[in-house]
RNA sequence: CGGGGCGUGGCGCAGUCCGGUAGCGCACCUGCUUUGGGAGCAGGGUGUCGGAGGUUCGAAUCCUCUCGCCCCGACCA
């Protein structure tokens, strides 16, 4: 630590990766494209996946757990499945000392060891639905990688799930994205648009591919969770097949869904600033820490005492709070590691303050600083938390909105993108179109809202008539 | 896979053009003074100069080969 982070305005990417580093979040792993996330960085992606379990348990899923080998076989039973995901596919060929018989493939995703499960575990209507998460690591092997946006070797979350109809399916489907949406904003206080993707964006085997995107500091978006239909194409790969009410052998119709610890580099790139990381206190490791100042051995004592009362009592009323006990540093250093951590509260005890019986509170977002009776710090600081949970999300969405232009000129659109910021225009709905979009603009169709925009018009490209309005914009 | 940059104490770098005792800052250790926004002084330890060959009396420096990483562009959560 005791660095600086590049100004955002300087070099946005370093920006990124200097408080990645600096917050001790990640650092890179011996293995290109691979990292190590670090003990700071893991309780983070901890306070997210518990967050996120329990929400998925809430709707009735279960976890389990699938390998990580998958026969190479299985990945080319879907076609298009094959397709998209061979090329970034890690595959073992040896093991034992052998050259194994049939090649294994490193999860790049799990459907097809899953569904070939669900296959031998599904006879009748009455086995339906099956409704299963896993946590797990999965390879892609990519060939540009940046910490946590894009890693060799990533976490996530992954749901899998078989249905009798296709109308379950696609409420499944849909009411996944949603659980995403309130996770992404009300977690982690990043808004999102939620829609559908393009054909061209849809995930390799499914039939309708959903999404929420999130607008970074940059103006590019990030897919930040997906959830996806895929119809009963995986069922038929895998003879996953029941028989249904009335005798008839049917299909089942499936769904998946994922969040991963790419997630966390949205919360880095949503939130942080020139000092560094800002969490918010939801999710955040520490809440609030507490930064002793002394001089003498007596005030050093008095000012302990205060600070470990303090906590315990923070504590019990359900704040993470932690005192940073250091001797080795002054209180700026502390300050300014912390503030590079991105905790929310600062709460400074110094002799002044024991003798007054009072603390100075210091908000990491506003940079607010103010002394304030202890017993009122006691009892107004979870809300405070609360207060800065929603700061950090109004603050995001207002960002967010003043960056996101309506528009129906192609000249006005490339500026944008270009400048940084969502277009919300019309297409005509078409692969050509989006094609050329990307060639000229670099930006893509992030996402099709279900509602807003839907009104008739004329595709930004082409002229052609456009049933309604889409996000375009550079991403991630 | 194309373009660019870089490998030298733990970290960040200088030294390489023009070969001649391997240096600086930070960090670390000890001591004293300090502590309300990244402390000061004194003392101390730290290197197969990414690797392999070669040229030379002598190579971090020159030559050949090689490995790795980072950044920017085409694909992806």
């Known amino acids: 630590m005791a660095q600086k982070v590049t100004p955002m305005s300087e070099d946005y990417s370093r920006w990124y990766t200097d408080v990645v580093q600096m917050a001790e979040l990640a650092d890179y792993a011996p293995v290109k494209g691979c990292m190590v996330i670090r003990p700071y960085g893991f309780a983070l992606w901890e306070n997210m996946r518990d967050h996120l379990d329990r929400m998925i348990k809430e709707t009735g899923h279960v976890n389990a757990y699938f390998p990580a080998l998958i026969p190479e076989s299985f990945m080319k039973k879907e076609a298009e499945h094959v397709e998209g995901f061979a090329p970034e596919c890690a595959v073992v060929t040896h093991g034992g000392g052998k050259k194994l018989e049939e ?46 946006l894009r890693t060799l070797e990533f976490l996530w979350q992954e749901g899998h799930t078989a249905h009798a109809t296709y109308e379950e399916a696609e409420e499944e489907t849909l009411k996944m994205l949603e659980v995403y949406r309130v996770f992404a904003e009300e977690v982690l206080a990043i808004p999102v648009y939620p829609g559908a993707k393009s054909d061209s964006e849809r995930f390799a085997g499914a039939l309708r591919t959903y999404c929420i995107e999130a607008m970074m500091q940059d103006g590019k978006a990030l897919q930040a969770g997906t959830s996806h239909n895929l119809g009963q194409n995986f069922a038929k790969a895998f003879d996953l097949v029941f028989q ?33 990381l800002i969490l918010p206190p939801r999710i955040a490791p520490i809440q609030a820490v507490i930064v002793p100042i002394y001089s003498s051995d007596e005030d050093r004592a008095a000012v302990f005492q205060a600070a470990e009362t303090l906590k315990k009592r923070l504590a019990s009323a359900g704040v993470r709070v932690h005192i940073d006990a250091r001797d080795q540093h002054k209180p700026g250093w502390k300050f300014a590691e912390w503030e590079q951590k991105g905790v929310p509260l600062r709460i400074e005890i110094g002799p002044k303050d024991v003798a007054k019986s009072q603390v100075v509170l210091a908000r990491r977002d506003t940079k607010e600083k103010a002394p304030i009776p202890t017993e009122e710090a006691i009892a107004l600081l979870p809300g ?8 950090l999300f109004e603050r995001a969405r207002k960002f967010r909105d003043e960056h ?54 004329r595709c930004v490209r082409s002229g052609n008539p456009s049933k309604q309005r889409v996000y375009i914009a550079r991403a991630y």
Request: charged share 30%; with cysteine; hydrophobic share 40%.
């Open 404 to 457: 996101t232009h309506v528009v129906d000129d192609y000249e006005d659109l490339k500026k944008i993108v270009e400048k940084g910021g969502f277009a919300f225009a019309h297409w005509d709905g078409t692969r050509e179109t989006e094609a050329a979009i990307k060639e000229e603009t670099k930006a893509t169709i992030r996402c099709i809202p279900f509602e807003e925009g839907a009104e008739p018009g």
């Open 244 to 276: 249904d009410k009335d005798g008839e052998t049917r299909h089942a119709w499936n769904t998946s869904w994922g969040v991963s610890t790419r997630m966390v580099g949205a919360v880095v790139m949503m939130h942080g600033d020139d000092n560094g």
């Open 384 to 391: 405070k938390l609360g207060e800065i949970q929603g700061d």
């Open 103 to 148: 090649p294994l493939v490193l999860r790049p995703t799990s459907e097809t060891i899953i569904y070939h499960m669900y296959a031998k575990w599904v006879m009748s209507y009455r086995d339906l639905p099956i409704l299963i998460n896993q946590w797990a690591n999965v390879f892609r092997w990519e060939l540009r990688p940046r910490l946590f």
